[in-house]
């Protein structure tokens, strides 16, 4: 159970890290 919680908090930094670099990348574009 605490394995799961742990996976499931890893992908969701994961997946914030890779929408801010989407963010941050959007910036620099523009």
């Known amino acids: 159970m605490i394995l799961l919680l742990l996976f ?3 992908f969701l930094f994961l997946s914030l890290q890779a929408l ?3 963010t941050s990348t959007k910036c620099a574009a523009a």
């Open 8 to 10: 499931l908090f890893l």
């Open 20 to 22: 801010r670099n989407q």
